[in-house]
């Protein structure tokens, strides 16, 4: 079958999976709350780590889906025919359920078969892991054998080391395994008999990943007994091989944005490809960001921060291009329909388009008389750590933007000195993650303070009232309200929101005492305190307890986190749930008030 869009590729592998007995779940927010080691989800396996790591899927053992995905790590690679910040990885799952052969066996059906992509196989071949013996992991032949039997030439498996065919952070225990990575020949003529991995005409399309051991804390690994499957293929590039092009950005999903830039510029796309590119690439990822469920605002911290990056950079190769008017809403109006499935998109147009009208706004109004005063630092190949801060402080230039202005002009930033200016102007958080909090609170307010104990609160509430086993799955507090994420499958009825309400009042009444320690963290999880699911923490932790004595175990909720919260449980005045819904499958999210 000939597929020429992202949606009739999604819909195709959707299909495909389902007729294989998976569930398909929706794709996640961009916005991860559950896991303070990264800004965005950046794979389609953030979303599903606890089930992954054996919890229950409230979908069961095999799973579908397209996830939207953020990574900013290479922003000022995008430029190039193939990087992006925003993509769309599609993924299937196997949660303790099949495995190598059923993965390897479907993979190659969707892949070659006339009723799916319908991919010659004489322009495939295939990685697998050479194993390890300081691992002790042997080499993947299990994954070999599989794809010798469903005609994959001998010559066109190469078997790679663990920086190629390996999945699992680097010094982190947990989920881990092999990987096999499927690859097409774009090159003109007949693929080679045998596969060079080195060889740059031969494109990675698909990836599956094995987790079938676990690394222990001492650096060795032993065999899961819960093995997953974790596959990820990218849908840009997977339709620009489809298409047999060399460039993503040729592909029917840029196409209108590519074409409304050559409107607004004058300016051909295949004479300035990297300008078109940056502009396209960014503001498709900053329509994301701003609509997302959880959307931000550009600012200067976290996420806001990276949104900021990503606008301005477009922006200024707007400038480049001659682009003299504003233009950032026009090329969002372009996006949008590219994208109707994304229902979230449309319903906050008006917050996409205001957002960028008003950043614009901001920069464009500094944007000229800062590249002149870069002009005059930069005729030195050395500018000061001040100059740069003051690009940042005075004329909104981001430091990563000045840092490509200086390696344009062939000149070195004394970035130890802007770190330092930096760090002397900021009122910066307790955290090094310059406005990323781990169960804790950016804001002191009395408020804010009533508000996070009460969440400690609500949690073990629902711990009582619905299951003991749920866990948090993210929270945000402000000084109106709080917002809470939780792993349940269902809605609350009535009774139950009310009893849960009645529990928190009445500890509330009790005036109970709310007491802070300092513990070695495997000494506060021995004594019985809950940590975020995911996070991590220092060897030191602060343990918050609302003591009971009245309870059995002599406390009502007990806590790892760095607050700060209210001294006796008489200051929250009365808790109300104001609203109970579904953020996505498994999880529900209750937002509250203290009055």
């Known amino acids: 079958m000939e597929i020429k869009t992202r949606w009739e590729l999604i819909k195709k592998y959707i299909e495909f999976f389902r007729s294989k007995g998976h569930h398909e779940i929706p794709s996640a927010s961009l916005i991860p709350e559950n896991d303070p080691t990264v800004l965005f989800t950046t794979a389609g396996m953030h979303p599903l780590v606890p089930f992954l790591q054996g919890e229950r899927h409230p979908h069961g053992k095999r799973l579908v ?9 290479d922003i000022e690679d995008v430029g190039d025919e193939v990087h992006h910040t925003f993509f769309e990885m599609l993924g299937n799952w196997s949660l ?27 322009k495939l071949a295939v990685s697998c892991f050479v194993g390890e013996e300081s691992m002790g992991v042997k080499k993947d032949i299990e994954s070999s054998e599989h794809w010798l039997k469903m005609g994959i030439p001998e010559k066109r498996i190469a078997f790679l080391s663990r920086s190629q065919n390996w999945w699992g952070l680097a010094g982190e225990s947990g989920p881990c395994g092999p990987d096999t ?43 899961l007994e819960h093995k997953n499957v974790d596959t990820g293929m990218g849908v840009e590039r997977t339709i620009a091989v489809l298409l047999g092009l060399d460039d993503n950005y040729k592909t029917p999903g840029f196409t209108p944005i ?16 990297k300008a078109f590119r940056i502009i396209a690439d960014h503001l498709r ?10 959307g931000v605002k550009p ?101 990563e933007m000045t840092v490509e202005l200086a390696n344009e002009k062939g000149a070195q930033i004394d970035l130890e000195e802007y770190n330092s200016e930096f760090k002397r102007h900021q009122d910066l958080s307790r955290t090094s993650s310059a406005g990323q909090f781990k169960s804790g609170l950016a804001d002191d307010s009395e408020q804010t303070k009533k508000l996070h104990t009460a969440t400690h609160m609500l949690l073990e509430a629902l711990k009582r009232v619905l299951n003991s086993d749920i866990r948090q799955r993210g929270s945000n507090i402000t000084p109106t309200r709080s917002r809470f994420d939780f792993s349940y499958e269902r809605k609350l009825s009535d009774e139950e929101r009310k009893e849960v309400e009645e529990m928190v009042n009445g500890k509330i009444r009790a005036g109970l005492e709310v007491e802070r320690e300092e513990l070695p963290l495997q000494e506060a999880f021995s004594s019985g305190a809950m940590g975020e699911f995911g996070a991590k923490y220092p060897d030191i932790v602060s343990v918050y307890t609302v003591l009971d004595p009245n309870e059995p175990r002599g406390y ?17 005045g009365k808790f109300k749930i104001l609203k109970e819904e579904s953020v996505s499958a498994g999880v529900r999210r209750i937002k509250s008030v203290v009055e």
């Open 258 to 273: 590519i074409a409304e830039i050559e409107k607004l510029s004058g300016k051909k796309y295949d004479e300035n490809k």
């Open 299 to 399: 600012g200067n911290l976290g996420q806001g921060y990276v949104l900021r990056r990503l606008i301005r950079r477009a922006i200024r190769y707007g400038n480049i291009l001659g682009i003299e008017q504003d233009f950032t809403v026009q090329i969002a109006r372009a996006i949008l329909p590219v994208y109707p499935d994304y229902q979230e998109l449309h319903r906050n147009h008006k917050t996409i388009c205001d957002e960028l009208q008003a950043e614009e706004e901001r920069f464009r109004k500094t944007l000229e008389k800062g590249l002149k005063i870069f002009e005059k630092i930069a005729h030195d190949d050395i500018i000061t750590g001040r100059e740069a801060f003051l690009l940042f402080q005075s004329y909104g230039f981001p430091i």
């Open 181 to 223: 990575e499927m690859f097409y020949w774009v090159g003109k003529g007949d693929a080679p008999e045998k596969f060079e991995p080195e060889d740059k005409r031969w494109v990675e399309i698909w990836n599956d990943v094995f987790m079938q051991y676990s690394k222990k804390k001492d650096g060795g690994y032993e065999l």
């Open 65 to 73: 889906d397209v996830q939207k995905c953020i990574r900013t790590g």
């Open 556 to 572: 009502f909720s007990k806590e790892i986190c760095t607050g700060p919260h209210v001294h006796n449980t008489k200051e929250l």
């Open 96 to 122: 303790g359920d099949y495995w190598k052969k059923e993965a390897i066996e479907w993979s190659y059906e969707f892949l070659t078969s006339e009723e799916w992509l319908g991919i010659p196989k004489e």
């Open 285 to 294: 990822a900053s329509v994301f960001i701003l609509g997302d469920e959880r």
